[in-house]
């Protein structure tokens, strides 16, 4: 699980929720989920913190939106998740939020490229390598407008306010997760599944105006951990 390409960014798995293919979770504890969004356990790539495989109903809610309140040191970021967009995603990460995997744990990545700036999350190491200890398939956008002057054609914008998954390749999400502080130009292999409400803008542009930690062999790096640790403390369910 590493970081995306020349405009990409670090991905981290993450932990497991079990369940037979319909409501409550049980005892037993199976190494993909029997619903359509087939979570699926990744020993390679153990959990960060321990959580079972997420719920997996053969009827994935897939109408409505879920508000969640990040709680950091630096103010609140309140989410609006659509399950329209990604349905098995809204499900994954409400799971852990639910789960507290969350809580407690640092954003460790942000950036400052004139093409992408987004600050990371969802890795309770801190690390960027670790995540929850499974995996499931991609929800890709396609409503993203194309990049202007891109001679591929194949970039997209991810607007300022997108809240999106960090990945390591094809249907590899996990727990890491980005959030978008300006329009950002990236192919469109990450999913989108929710936006940021305006205060949490505003807590991202205070992060953001503080700038990347320098380090002894780049003084002025446009890629790396906050200046100002941003630490979640909480996530919860509603605003």
Same mark, same amino acid.
């Given at each position: 699980?590493?970081?995306?390409?020349?405009?990409?960014?670090?991905?981290?798995?993450?932990?497991?929720?079990?369940?037979?293919?319909?409501?409550?979770?049980?005892?037993?504890?199976?190494?993909?989920?029997?619903?359509?969004?087939? =979570?699926?356990?990744?020993?390679?790539?153990?959990?960060?913190?321990?959580?079972?495989?997420?719920?997996?109903?053969?009827?994935?809610?897939?109408?409505?939106?879920?508000?969640?309140?990040?709680?950091?040191?630096?103010?609140?970021?309140?989410?609006?998740?659509?399950?329209?967009?990604?349905?098995?995603?809204?499900?994954?990460?409400?799971?852990?939020?639910?789960?507290?995997?969350?809580?407690?744990?640092?954003?460790?990545?942000?950036?400052? =490229?004139?093409?992408?700036?987004?600050?990371?999350?969802?890795?309770?190491?801190?690390?960027?390598?670790?995540?929850?200890?499974?995996? =499931?398939?991609?929800?890709?956008?396609?409503?993203?407008?194309?990049?202007?002057?891109?001679?591929?054609?194949?970039?997209?914008?991810?607007?300022?306010?997108?809240?999106?998954?960090?990945?390591?390749?094809?249907?590899?999400?996990?727990?890491?997760?980005?959030?978008?502080?300006?329009?950002?130009?990236?192919?469109?292999?990450?999913?989108?599944?929710?936006?940021?409400?305006?205060?949490?803008?505003?807590?991202?542009?205070?992060?953001?105006?503080?700038?990347?930690?320098?380090?002894?062999?780049?003084?002025?790096?446009?890629?790396?951990?906050?200046?100002?640790?941003?630490?979640?403390?909480?996530?919860?369910?509603?605003?």
């Amino acid at each position: 699980m590493r970081i995306l390409l020349a405009m990409v960014l670090m991905v981290v798995m993450g932990s497991g929720v079990a369940q037979a293919s319909g409501n409550p979770e049980t005892t037993h504890d199976p190494d993909v989920t029997k619903g359509p969004c087939a =979570y699926t356990k990744t020993p390679d790539d153990p959990a960060a913190r321990p959580v079972k495989l997420p719920p997996d109903p053969r009827r994935t809610p897939s109408k409505g939106k879920a508000d969640v309140l990040l709680k950091t040191n630096q103010g609140n970021i309140p989410l609006v998740l659509d399950r329209a967009k990604a349905p098995c995603t809204v499900q994954s990460f409400l799971h852990l939020v639910t789960k507290k995997f969350y809580d407690a744990t640092t954003c460790h990545r942000l950036t400052a =490229y004139p093409t992408l700036k987004v600050l990371q999350c969802g890795d309770p190491t801190g690390t960027g390598e670790r995540g929850p200890g499974y995996k =499931y398939k991609d929800e890709l956008p396609t409503d993203l407008k194309p990049a202007p002057n891109d001679p591929t054609g194949e970039r997209r914008i991810y607007p300022r306010g997108t809240l999106a998954m960090a990945n390591a390749g094809p249907d590899t999400n996990g727990s890491q997760f980005f959030l978008v502080t300006s329009d950002s130009i990236l192919r469109p292999n990450y999913t989108v599944f929710g936006t940021i409400k305006p205060e949490g803008l505003t807590t991202l542009d205070k992060i953001a105006a503080t700038g990347i930690a320098p380090t002894p062999d780049n003084p002025a790096p446009l890629d790396g951990r906050p200046a100002r640790p941003v630490d979640i403390s909480r996530a919860k369910k509603g605003c």
